[in-house]
Every structure is written in C-alpha cells, then in structure tokens.
C-alpha cells in the first residue's frame, strides 16, 4: 500500500494530528494564543501529557473505526468506547483518560442522555462512519434513507439531539464529496447545499439555528453548530493542512476538538503529504493508528487504497 495514496489513513491521522496538536493548550483564551500561538507539535501543557499525544476525540474515533471493521454494530461501537473509558484501549496513556465530554461520558457509563445538544460529542465522532457509509452506499446521504437512518443512530449512541444530527451529517456530507473528488472549497459548499435542501424539509427551525449560528470566543462549552462554523470557517480561509489545523487550534478554548475536526478534513482534502512531517514523527501511536486504519480496509465494509 502506498500511504500517499491512502485517503483514510489521511483523514484519521489528519484528525489524530490536529487532536495532539490542540491538547497542550486546550482552556487557553485566544488572548493567550494571540501572544504565545502554537506553530509546533508541544508537549505537556494542560493536562500534562508528552508531545503527540492526543484526546479522547482521536480515542473514539479509532474505538469508531475498529468496530465499524466488522460492520454498523451499535453494540460493538459502544464496548469499545466503554473499553477506552475504563482500560484506555485505543489512547496513547497508561493513566485516567483525558478529557470527556458530558454526554459521552453519561454514554459509556450507561445513564441516561440529557442535555446532549449541550456538547458536540456526537460530531466529533462522525469521521470513519463517513468512510464506512460511502463504502456502503456512495455519496447518496440525503438521498438513501437507509444511509441517513444509521448516522442518525450512530450519533445518537451518545448525543441524540438534533443539533449534533445536522452537525454530524454536514460534516460527514463533507467528507463524502471529498471522497467524490470534489476539492475543499467545493465539498463544503456543495454539502452545505444538499444539507440544507434536506433540513429545510426535516428540520427547518434547528437549519435555521445553524445558519444564524456566529463563532464566540466566550463560549463556555461550544455546541456543535459552533463548533462546525468554525470548522467551516478555518477550512474557508486556509488552503493547507498546516495553516487550517493552527488557525484552528489557536482560537482557543476547546483546542483539541477543533484541531481533530479541522485536522480530519484537511488531512482527506490535502492528502498525506501536505500532513508536516515533524508532526506524524511526534504523533503517538502512529503505527497502531495505521494498522487500524490497514484493518478496516481489509474488511468487507471499507474501500480499500492497497495496491494491486
């Protein structure tokens, strides 16, 4: 297999590199940032980690994928979000996992969802099913019920609300047009289009609420309508990995959500070697993410980018 070829491998390690690249600083205030901005991978900070670590973003996101390999099984998913949670399967740390949001944690610990709309947890997670759903049934998101109903669900495993469904859905939409061959800049508009067509139909107050939605430096916890306005503003106004994932890991705040969300889609538009070098040297757990990402593929329920 030629990695630079390898569009899921670009994605997953785009996510993984934007994650570790915003966990040092994660709570810092964009004042901060504006005086001492991040331009490197750095170590320890906030939660006292080692360069290259990252969150639980990336956490969930490989806990997603290595399920997916044997097909859409909520079930499976879940265990394996409980197995990161309780034994930190699938995290670059021995100790207590780092970092949680609400509704993922009342998820794996089997409470009931409440105030889920409050966190973008279902988002964040959205990334492999996106490759998992082209495989299955092509660039056909709002179109094949079939397909809307199961990321539907899969949000829903820990946020079900209908904010983090349309955030999820235009992201994933992204990413399905970026799997197309669209470019960036035409993925994200060409999804905001079909997203909106649909909900304007489904769900016309919460698409409302999405298109009035403005970007806040004071947010105390970003929902998920902010947290994909910036996604699509960063990716607007960048034209390389580097830049997108640093515009977005220095806003500040929830530093490591934004730099996985950015990071993914970068990483799937800009491909492998527009990913820094330096950077994939410090990510942790490269290989094993490699590996998962090689596994999926080798199933019945991922495209394959092996050469023949």
């Not at 409470?111 to 495989?135: N, W």
Request: glycine residues 8%; hydrophobic residues 40%.
């Amino acid at each position: 297999m030629a990695i630079t070829d390898d569009r899921l491998i670009h994605g997953i390690v785009g996510a993984a590199i934007g994650d570790a690249l915003g966990l040092p600083v994660h709570g810092k205030t964009k004042a901060e940032l504006d005086a001492t901005p991040v331009a490197s991978m750095l170590g320890y900070g906030t939660y006292n980690q080692p360069a290259g670590n990252y969150s639980d973003e990336t956490a969930l996101i490989l806990a997603s994928l290595d399920a997916l390999s044997d097909g859409d099984n909520l079930d499976a998913i879940l265990k394996n979000y409980k197995a990161w949670y309780n034994d930190n399967e699938y995290a670059p740390y021995e100790t207590a996992h780092v970092d949680i949001w609400p509704a993922t944690e009342l998820a794996v610990t089997d409470k009931p969802l409440t105030d889920t709309a409050k966190d973008p947890g279902g988002l964040t997670r959205v990334l492999p099913f996106a490759y998992y759903l082209y495989h299955e049934y092509g660039n056909t998101l709002f179109t094949n019920e079939t397909a809307f109903d199961q990321l539907r669900d899969f949000i829903a495993l820990t946020n079900p609300d209908v904010e983090n469904l349309v955030a999820g859905a235009v992201y994933a939409q992204i990413v399905l047009n970026l799997l197309d061959n669209q470019n960036l800049q035409d993925a994200m508009a060409h999804a905001l289009d079909q997203a909106g067509t649909y909900f304007t139909a489904h769900q016309q107050a919460a698409w409302q609420r999405f298109q009035e939605t403005q970007i806040s430096n004071n947010d105390p916890v970003p929902g998920p309508f902010v947290m994909l306005t910036v996604v699509l503003t960063d990716l607007k106004n960048t034209s390389d990995y580097r830049d997108a994932a640093l515009a977005a890991v220095n806003r500040g705040g929830y530093t490591d959500t934004m730099g996985a969300l950015v990071g993914g889609l970068a990483g799937l538009a800009y491909g492998y070697q527009a990913l820094p070098h330096k950077w994939c040297l410090v990510l942790a757990e490269y290989s094993e993410i490699v590996d998962l990402c090689e596994k999926a593929e080798a199933s019945d329920f991922f495209d394959s980018y092996a050469q023949d």
